[in-house]
Every structure is written in C-alpha cells, then in structure tokens.
C-alpha cells in the first residue's frame, strides 16, 4: 500500500461537506449511519490486540483505543446538545477539550468493551430521537461557543454520521496499512 499524506490519514474520508438541501432521503440515510455505526466499529475491532488497539492510527495521532473512547464521549455531547436544541431557544453549549480528554487514564488504557456497550445504548437512542423529529424541530439549533456559530440539528446529524464514518476510516485504514 502506498504511504498516506498526514492529511489523508487524518481526513481518510474528507472532511465533512453539508449538502445544500437536506432532504429527507439525505438525513434518513444519515440517521441509518448513526444507527450502525456500532455495529460497523465492533466489527473492524473485535478481532484486534491490546497491541493493536494502543497503535496510533497516524503519527501523532490517537491510538484506537483512544479513538473508540473519543468516539463515545463526542456522541455523548451530540445527544445531550440535540436535547438542549429541542428544549431550549438556541441554547450556547458546553466546549469540551476533546484532546485533553483522550489522554485521561480511562481513554488510554481502559477496555474498549464497556465502551462498545455504551456506543450500542447510545446509538439506539440518538437514531431514535433524530428518527422522531418533526421537521420543525430540525430546524432548532445551538450555538458552539468554539466556531461562535449555530448549528442547526439537521446539520449535526449529518456532522455525526460523518464523525463516525470519519474515525472508522481511521481503523479500517491503519488495519489496511499494518494487513491486520
């Protein structure tokens, strides 16, 4: 296999690229991604080393672990921010440090199965209430105090279902590189 450039083994998809309608094919195809995608990781990671699974998926970059980990806490914020959209008039987020975040002990060397689990309960979760919304409320939206925009919710199911496509790459990659 030919070696990468950094930036495509940090954007092994692109970076993500909002269409300029969302329509209800486009976010429903998306919500399905959101549903999977636990599914999709488990797969690309059951069979991986601890070895493995503390490899950096690019120079500098976080080990699988750390991206499995990432994954969870990111989607966590996702859920809880479509919560506050829905329930409060453009609410301002909490920022969260996600690179201080990936070297904290539970991130580093914590299983990824308790992880795994919680991705599964999640998931189900956030497909179900993007599933359930009401064109109205795709509408709603937050302000990121990091880019000082708002983001409606129609927008962020399409950011998350490429985030998690975006770091799958990561893994599917790296295991095409090392022929895991």
Not at 4 to 26: C, M, N, R, W
Not at 82 to 97: F, G, Q
Not at 147 to 166: D, M, Q, R, S
Request: one cysteine or more.
């Amino acid at each position: 296999m030919q070696d990468l450039t950094v930036e495509e083994l940090q954007y092994p998809i692109g970076k993500f690229s909002a269409p300029a309608v969302f329509t209800t094919d486009y976010l429903t195809g998306k919500i399905a991604e959101i549903a999977s995608f636990p599914e999709r990781l488990r797969t690309e990671v059951a069979q991986l080393t601890n070895e493995q699974l503390d490899t950096p998926y690019r120079p500098n970059g976080w080990t699988i672990r750390q991206v499995i980990h990432h994954c969870a806490e990111s989607h966590m914020n996702c859920y809880i921010r479509i919560k506050w959209a829905l329930t409060e008039d453009k609410p301002v987020i909490k920022y969260y440090h996600e690179d201080r975040w990936a070297t904290l002990e539970d991130n580093v060397t914590m299983p990824i199965a308790p992880t795994l689990l919680l991705l599964d309960g999640l998931h189900q979760r956030l497909a179900f209430l993007m599933s359930s919304l009401k064109e109205s409320d795709l509408e709603k939206s937050f302000i990121h105090p990091e880019y000082n925009a708002e983001f409606k919710i129609k927008e962020i199911i399409g950011t998350y279902a490429w985030h998690g496509n975006h770091h799958l790459a990561h893994i599917t990659t790296l295991k095409k590189q090392k022929s895991w």
